[in-house]
């Protein structure tokens, strides 16, 4: 089969109307597809106030809001509404990007009509009850994320580290990695900015610690505000930096209240803000991957975060950064890597080099055509 003749639906959760990595690399992705003349259907919840246009043909799909604080998100009813479009469009490959109720539907109407069916790992959905008091369903979580990647024919993961963590789950259908890229034009360390610093109050000679992404609490900010405690309980020299916003900035301001808040950057402007840190603090265990950490990477930024899956394979322990095991005694092995780069200031370019190095090799348009790739390769497989 040549590329031309595919036709994907592909089922998003959140296709554009907030941003996040997730959504990012698929509408990359879908680009890239049209680029060379795969036909692209996106079946996703919308709103009136969508963060960016989308890539491609964007199907609304009805939708409510989740509950419990999050309703800058939504969950769709089902895929009752968006049948007879689907089943108009004729699709030759179905690819779900979220466990959520569409895109098990999706699944089972590709399975009940012979159509092949990938999945791609975006979050680890199974951290999130943590983070919200509910630990107690992580297991039932677990199960039936296994169940629905059991049901495709292909999964998508991000990294090594996804790959290992799926088959531990007792996930036995057929990996292929599609890691990220970046855009090394954006993010590179020529677009350090002592001005823009400045403007914020940061002076030259602060060591700016950073974090990156989505003030939501799953993120790992409640770890994040310890380490900062602890290192100034140890005198160390640092000024916090927050970039982007989100629902749970205001208790992270109360627990980080000398931080200075840059607020959401975007484009160029994100670019700039990056490259201006100069230690990049990931404690997030829920990212499959974590964009926003190859992009520190491109921008010459070392890197401390979580041993997690997102980071296994990317960081280079001790040479790009520093990888902590989460759990007991963790915010003080945090605290341990970050004095380490804030009091040696050799040792955090020759980290940021390293790390801007790795970085070079992860090119959007190489990783996109893996999932083409295995778009092909899962049909021929169940054309035999």
């Not at 009752?80 to 999706?106: T, W, Y």
């Not at 290992?164 to 990220?180: A, C, K, Y």
């Not at 208790?251 to 670019?271: C, I, K, M, N, S």
Request: charged share 25%; with cysteine.
């Amino acid at each position: 089969m040549k590329p031309t003749e595919l036709r994907v639906a592909l089922f998003s959760g959140n296709y554009n109307y907030v941003r996040d990595g997730a959504n990012q690399a698929l509408n990359l992705l879908v680009g890239y597809l049209l680029d060379k003349g795969v036909k692209v259907r996106v079946y996703s919840p919308t709103t009136e106030t969508p963060a960016f246009p989308p890539t491609g043909d964007l199907v609304s799909v009805p939708s409510l809001p989740v509950p419990g604080g999050r309703d800058e998100y939504r969950f769709a009813k089902g895929i009752k509404e968006v049948l007879p479009d689907l089943e108009a469009f004729a699709p030759n490959i179905v690819h779900i990007s979220a466990p959520e109720i569409l895109c098990h539907r999706a699944v089972t109407w590709a399975r009940e009509n012979n159509i092949a069916a990938v999945a791609s790992v975006h979050t680890r959905f199974e951290t999130y009850p943590g983070y919200y008091k509910i630990g107690f369903v992580t297991p039932l979580l677990v199960r039936m994320l296994t169940r629905l990647y059991n049901r495709v024919d292909m999964l998508l993961p991000p990294g090594r580290g996804m790959v290992e963590l799926l088959q531990s789950w007792g996930v036995t259908r057929p990996m292929r990695i599609w890691s990220r890229g970046v855009n090394h034009d954006r993010f590179n360390p020529g677009r350090r900015s002592l001005e823009w610093r400045r403007d914020l109050g940061i002076q030259d000679d602060e060591v700016a610690v950073a974090f990156l992404g989505r003030l939501v609490l799953e993120k790992g900010l409640d770890i994040f505000a310890e380490v900062v405690a602890e290192l100034q309980r140890r005198g160390v020299k640092h000024r916090v930096l927050v970039i982007g916003k989100g629902p749970a900035q205001d208790w992270f301001a109360e627990r980080v209240p000398d931080a200075v808040f840059a607020g959401f950057q975007a484009g160029d402007d994100l670019g700039r803000a990056v490259a201006s840190m100069d230690v990049f603090f990931n404690p997030s265990l829920t990212e499959s991957f974590g964009n926003v950490t190859l992009e520190a990477m491109a921008a010459g930024v070392p890197v401390v975060a979580a041993r997690a899956v997102g980071p296994v394979g990317m960081v280079e322990e001790n040479v790009s950064g520093v990888l902590v095991e989460p759990g007991p005694g963790a915010v003080g092995r945090y605290a341990d890597a970050i004095q380490h780069y804030c009091e040696d200031h050799a040792a955090r370019l020759a980290a940021g080099k390293a790390g801007h190095e790795i970085a070079s090799a992860y090119v959007w348009d190489a990783i996109n055509q893996k999932v083409l790739d295995a778009y092909l390769e899962t049909i021929e497989w169940r054309e035999k």
